[in-house]
């Protein structure tokens, strides 16, 4: 009865700021300020010194608070599982292997994989599982749930940002007289305070195993950056200003002229010792140059703390997901049935084009297109095929080494909710939206893995929504839209 309550009253205002351009031009400009005062900004991509305001919802999305409980709960048990299949070498080179012959950026990672001693290591993985509300057609009165749409281990964003949205949007609903937020429950532990206490452990962690002299320069904290502009820089500085530790950002160019490993195995770059590598680039082919691959395998094989380390990013693979859904293997790293069964009740069918046991999904893909994506296998959104160009591209992939590249999934059943989506030097557009929920997770580790030192769990959630019918969903793009939780 609450979220009917609730989702009435989101319908109501967007209804009543659509029959009021006046009020609707006044409740954008009071959101924008406040999201602006509160630092939710992207740089302009024209006019580099200028910082715009994020794409945002002008009301914050209703999620039932049973089914966000159940996706948080999980987390702990994510960071678990992903790293322990980080660690399981047979386990990767048997799902990645047939890959990596035919993507030379996954032969990359996994070259440099092949070459770590991680007993030695400690890492820390920042991870976001990613979930969109599903509306279960089977059951008795149509119930929703979570359903998983991919785990990301590297260059996980919108930390900062999308724990700063809520105070923006109270401030709109009380300039329109309605205290929905307020009567939601509160959330505790924000993802950006979570984040920025796992880089800290991290560096914490560093000093005290392997920092000797005291009275020396205080380690750094490096940032790897890519060479091409950065949109979404306030989120990362947000981020860095929560570890409250000394950062160096600079680009693998950059890095190479002057990096170096001691023979102890500590990392220097301009004569700083470097207690943590945060990677906020390399997790596409084209962040790389010849040299950079060098300057990867110098940092991994360092004592520096990595985030992620190689074997995190291998992990976060499409590949990894599909393979990840079959009871049997998460028997292997989950000792709990019940909590195998509750991770299962949230994942989809998919299925690896390369593989016998697919054609019968594939057949019915190519029958009913709409009911399917076919997804590359690196980790992260964007280039998917959908409907025609789904056919097609399995018809052009099917029987060839090249299938094993893409992983044929279930299309997800969204819930919809109308909103009013915000995006600069557009004009507000009222839509039916698709929100996808972000639920983020630290672990630390040492020992291969093998000792747990920090698993964590945000109990705030990143939502982003889009307009029904968009596939893409950058932030940054003006794809999809921030938005804030009324958990009911």
Not at 72 to 85: A, D, R, S
Not at 257 to 278: I, K, N, P, S
Not at 347 to 368: C, T
């Given at each position: 009865m609450a979220g009917k309550v609730a989702q009435d009253e989101v319908q109501s205002l967007v209804e009543r700021v659509g029959l009021n351009p006046g009020l609707l031009e006044e409740s954008v400009e009071v959101l924008r300020d406040a999201a602006a005062s509160l630092g939710v900004l992207l740089r302009h991509p024209v006019h580099k010194d200028t910082l715009k305001v994020a794409p945002l919802t002008l009301f914050p999305t209703v999620v039932p608070q049973e089914?966000?409980?159940?996706?948080?709960?999980?987390?702990?048990?994510?960071?678990?599982?992903?790293?322990?299949?980080?660690?399981?070498?047979?386990?990767?080179?048997?799902?990645?292997?047939?890959?990596?012959?035919?993507?030379?950026?996954?032969q990359n990672l996994f070259d440099i994989y092949r070459q770590i001693d991680f007993s030695t290591q400690c890492e820390l993985g920042l991870i976001r599982s990613d979930y969109i509300l599903a509306q279960n057609l089977s059951a008795n009165g149509g119930s929703v749930s979570f359903q998983q749409v991919e785990v990301n281990m590297v260059c996980v964003g919108l930390a900062a940002l999308g724990a700063k949205i809520a105070p923006a949007h109270k401030h709109a609903l009380q300039f329109l007289g309605s205290n929905l937020l307020e009567r939601s429950p509160s959330i505790t532990g924000d993802t950006l305070s979570v984040y920025g206490e796992g880089l800290r452990?991290?560096?914490?962690?560093?000093?005290?195993?392997?920092?000797?002299?005291?009275?020396?320069?205080?380690?750094?904290?490096?940032?790897?950056?890519?060479?091409?502009?950065?949109?979404?820089?306030?989120?990362?500085?947000?981020?860095?200003?929560?570890?409250?530790?000394?950062?160096?950002?600079?680009?693998?160019?950059?890095?190479?002229?002057?990096?170096?490993?001691?023979?102890?195995?500590?990392?220097?770059?301009?004569?700083?010792?470097?207690?943590?590598?945060?990677?906020?680039?390399?997790?596409?082919?084209?962040?790389?140059?010849?040299?950079?691959?060098?300057?990867?395998?110098l940092m991994e094989q360092s004592k520096a703390i990595k985030s992620p380390s190689v074997a995190h990013q291998l992990a976060g693979f499409k590949k990894i997901q599909q393979v990840l859904c079959r009871t049997d293997v998460l028997a292997r790293y989950i000792p709990d049935q019940s909590v195998i069964s509750r991770l299962l009740n949230?994942?989809?069918?998919?299925?690896?084009?390369?593989?016998?046991?697919?054609?019968?999904?594939?057949?019915?893909?190519?029958?009913?297109?709409?009911?399917?994506?076919?997804?590359p296998n690196r980790e992260g959104g964007g280039n998917n095929f959908y409907g025609h160009d789904l056919v097609r591209q399995i018809k052009q992939v099917?029987?060839?080494a090249n299938a094993q590249e893409f992983i044929l999934m279930e299309l997800i059943r969204p819930v919809m909710q109308e909103n009013v989506l915000i995006r600069a030097e557009m004009p507000p557009e009222r839509v039916q939206t698709i929100s996808e929920v972000g639920v983020f997770g630290v672990i630390l580790t040492r020992n291969g893995g093998e000792e747990v030192l920090l698993n964590r769990t945000a109990g705030e959630v990143l939502i982003r929504s889009k307009a029904d019918g968009v596939r893409e969903g950058g932030v940054s793009s003006g794809h999809s839209c921030i938005s804030s939780v009324v958990a009911v």
């Open positions: 089914a966000l409980n159940e996706i948080v709960f999980l987390q702990p048990t994510i960071n678990h599982l992903m790293n322990k299949v980080a660690h399981d070498r047979s386990f990767l080179s048997l799902s990645l292997g047939g890959i990596a012959g035919v993507d030379p950026f996954i452990a991290a560096y914490d962690l560093y000093c005290l195993e392997f920092v000797r002299d005291v009275g020396k320069r205080a380690p750094v904290m490096l940032v790897v950056i890519h060479d091409a502009f950065e949109f979404n820089i306030m989120d990362q500085r947000f981020v860095e200003m929560a570890a409250g530790v000394p950062s160096l950002r600079r680009t693998f160019r950059q890095i190479a002229e002057t990096a170096r490993v001691d023979a102890g195995g500590c990392l220097y770059v301009e004569d700083r010792e470097v207690a943590v590598v945060y990677y906020r680039t390399g997790y596409s082919p084209n962040q790389y140059k010849d040299r950079d691959w060098e300057m990867r395998l949230t994942f989809v069918g998919q299925w690896d084009l390369s593989e016998k046991n697919a054609d019968e999904h594939i057949e019915a893909a190519l029958r009913e297109p709409e009911r399917y994506v076919l997804k099917r029987g060839t």
